[in-house]
Protein backbone atom coordinates (compact mmCIF):
# COMPACT_ATOMS: atom_id res chain seq x y z
CA UNK A 1 0.00 0.00 0.00
CA UNK A 2 1.17 3.73 -0.92
CA UNK A 3 2.26 5.73 1.44
CA UNK A 4 -0.67 9.02 1.71
CA UNK A 5 0.81 12.00 -0.29
CA UNK A 6 1.63 15.02 2.07
CA UNK A 7 0.64 17.41 -1.20
CA UNK A 8 -2.33 19.73 -0.24
CA UNK A 9 -4.12 22.53 -2.84
CA UNK A 10 -2.80 24.85 -0.55
CA UNK A 11 0.50 24.14 -1.48
CA UNK A 12 0.13 25.62 -4.59
CA UNK A 13 -0.25 29.01 -2.69
CA UNK A 14 2.50 28.81 -1.06
CA UNK A 15 4.84 28.23 -4.25
CA UNK A 16 3.78 31.64 -5.71
CA UNK A 17 4.25 33.55 -2.56
CA UNK A 18 7.40 32.51 -2.54
CA UNK A 19 8.52 32.46 -6.18
CA UNK A 20 6.52 36.21 -6.56
CA UNK A 21 9.42 37.39 -4.53
CA UNK A 22 12.03 35.89 -6.45
CA UNK A 23 12.89 32.29 -4.68
CA UNK A 24 14.25 29.53 -6.54
CA UNK A 25 12.99 25.87 -7.05
CA UNK A 26 14.94 24.70 -4.18
CA UNK A 27 14.14 27.20 -1.97
CA UNK A 28 10.44 26.10 -2.30
CA UNK A 29 11.88 22.80 -2.01
CA UNK A 30 13.24 23.53 1.49
CA UNK A 31 9.95 25.91 2.87
CA UNK A 32 7.55 22.80 1.89
CA UNK A 33 9.70 20.48 3.10
CA UNK A 34 10.11 18.07 0.03
CA UNK A 35 12.69 15.78 -1.84
CA UNK A 36 13.69 16.52 -5.35
CA UNK A 37 12.45 13.19 -5.92
CA UNK A 38 8.81 13.90 -4.10
CA UNK A 39 9.06 17.69 -6.01
CA UNK A 40 8.80 16.32 -9.78
CA UNK A 41 6.85 13.31 -8.95
CA UNK A 42 3.92 16.05 -7.72
CA UNK A 43 5.00 17.96 -10.40
CA UNK A 44 4.39 14.62 -12.93
CA UNK A 45 1.01 13.89 -11.01
CA UNK A 46 -0.84 17.05 -10.35
CA UNK A 47 -1.42 19.38 -13.24
CA UNK A 48 -2.42 22.07 -10.64
CA UNK A 49 1.04 22.03 -9.12
CA UNK A 50 3.14 21.66 -12.63
CA UNK A 51 0.96 24.70 -13.77
CA UNK A 52 1.71 26.73 -10.61
CA UNK A 53 5.19 26.24 -10.78
CA UNK A 54 5.81 27.13 -14.21
CA UNK A 55 3.78 30.09 -13.39
CA UNK A 56 6.15 30.49 -10.35
CA UNK A 57 9.34 30.13 -12.05
CA UNK A 58 7.70 33.25 -14.64
CA UNK A 59 7.41 35.40 -11.46
CA UNK A 60 10.72 34.63 -9.79
CA UNK A 61 12.30 35.62 -13.51
CA UNK A 62 10.20 38.70 -13.13
CA UNK A 63 11.13 39.98 -9.88
CA UNK A 64 14.72 39.38 -10.70
CA UNK A 65 14.66 41.27 -14.06
CA UNK A 66 12.56 43.98 -11.90
CA UNK A 67 15.60 43.88 -9.62
CA UNK A 68 18.51 44.28 -12.13
CA UNK A 69 15.83 47.10 -14.02
CA UNK A 70 15.36 49.68 -10.94
CA UNK A 71 19.14 49.03 -9.64
CA UNK A 72 21.50 49.76 -12.92
CA UNK A 73 22.04 53.42 -10.93
CA UNK A 74 22.44 52.25 -7.33
CA UNK A 75 26.56 52.15 -6.76
CA UNK A 76 25.42 49.34 -4.28
CA UNK A 77 24.60 47.60 -6.84
CA UNK A 78 26.31 43.87 -6.96
CA UNK A 79 25.52 43.80 -11.03
CA UNK A 80 27.47 41.45 -11.83
CA UNK A 81 26.14 38.24 -8.93
CA UNK A 82 23.10 39.53 -10.03
CA UNK A 83 23.95 38.92 -14.03
CA UNK A 84 25.12 35.54 -13.04
CA UNK A 85 22.27 34.08 -11.05
CA UNK A 86 20.32 35.27 -14.50
CA UNK A 87 22.57 33.32 -16.61
CA UNK A 88 22.42 30.45 -14.06
CA UNK A 89 18.94 30.35 -12.89
CA UNK A 90 16.87 31.64 -15.80
CA UNK A 91 19.42 30.25 -18.51
CA UNK A 92 20.57 33.83 -20.28
CA UNK A 93 23.86 33.63 -22.35
CA UNK A 94 26.00 36.18 -23.73
CA UNK A 95 25.80 35.17 -27.05
CA UNK A 96 24.10 32.50 -29.33
CA UNK A 97 25.24 29.19 -30.05
CA UNK A 98 25.69 28.05 -33.22
CA UNK A 99 25.65 24.42 -33.73
CA UNK A 100 26.94 22.40 -37.15
CA UNK A 101 24.79 18.90 -37.01
CA UNK A 102 25.77 17.78 -40.70
CA UNK A 103 29.24 17.45 -42.28
CA UNK A 104 29.21 20.43 -45.47
CA UNK A 105 32.22 19.32 -47.84
CA UNK A 106 33.36 22.10 -49.80
CA UNK A 107 35.65 21.06 -53.14
CA UNK A 108 37.60 24.06 -54.68
CA UNK A 109 38.88 23.83 -58.16
CA UNK A 110 41.98 25.81 -58.58
CA UNK A 111 45.15 26.03 -60.87
CA UNK A 112 47.29 26.60 -58.01
CA UNK A 113 48.90 23.34 -56.45
CA UNK A 114 48.13 22.91 -53.18
CA UNK A 115 51.52 21.59 -52.00
CA UNK A 116 54.72 21.27 -54.28
CA UNK A 117 54.53 18.84 -56.69
CA UNK A 118 50.76 18.07 -56.05
CA UNK A 119 50.27 19.01 -60.04
CA UNK A 120 52.41 16.00 -61.10
CA UNK A 121 50.03 13.20 -58.84
CA UNK A 122 47.79 10.94 -60.96
CA UNK A 123 44.18 12.43 -60.82
CA UNK A 124 45.15 15.88 -60.86
CA UNK A 125 44.26 17.71 -64.12
CA UNK A 126 44.65 21.41 -63.28
CA UNK A 127 41.26 22.17 -63.91
Keep these: MARP????????????????EGASQQEVLAVLDISNDT????????????ETIKRGIQLSQGWWERQGRVSLKDREFNYTGWYMN???????????????????TVIVKSKIPHYPGEQD???????
Design 5 to 20: TKYKPSMCKVVIDLMQ
Design 39 to 50: FYRWKKENEEFS
Design 86 to 104: MKNRFKWADKQEVKNEGIT
Design 121 to 127: EPGYDGS
